[in-house]
């Protein structure tokens, strides 16, 4: 199982990256390590990249932004899911978030709830105890070719 996803970027004095809490009731109370790279589902012969983007439009409301994009490579979480990432140069206001819905069903009923329930900017050290561990390797590739570049 392939995901793909974007890791917005910023430059503010420091690099500062745009990560995603999930949404819903398994969710609601965990914060470390619970946040994510805004991603999703790579469909069947689809284009890792173009998964990329219509995930990053359907959980955040917002265009994917526009390349360049830095290839971050693959990392595999503890579920065994593989997640591909790119990061992206943008400046998103976390105030205006317009997430997707998702509906499931839980304990007997069924539930209609964001994706993901809120978006946030974290400096490099806050994004490392937010993001899912799996996660840090993005930061790491992403500091390695910002700094490479200047």
């Not at 819905?101 to 937010?130: H, K, L, Y």
Request: cysteine-free; hydrophobic content about 40%.
């Amino acid at each position: 199982m392939l995901s793909a996803g974007l890791l917005p970027y910023r430059w503010n004095g420091e690099l500062e990256v745009l990560a995603a809490h999930p949404g819903g009731p398994l969710w609601a109370r965990r914060d470390r390590g619970a946040w994510s790279v805004i991603k999703g589902l790579v469909q069947e012969d689809e284009d890792p990249l173009v998964a990329a983007a219509r995930e990053f439009a359907e959980e955040t409301g917002w265009h994917a932004p526009p390349p360049p994009w830095v290839d971050l490579g693959e990392t595999r979480l503890k579920s065994g899911k593989r997640v591909k990432a790119w990061a992206v140069q943008a400046d998103f206001d976390p105030e205006v978030l317009a997430p997707g819905e998702i509906t499931m069903w839980w304990r007997g009923a069924s539930f209609t709830f964001p994706e993901i329930d809120r978006v946030a900017w974290f400096d490099s050290t806050q994004a490392r105890t937010r993001l899912n561990p799996a996660y840090g390797v993005f930061l790491d590739r992403l500091e390695q070719r910002l700094s490479e570049h200047g």
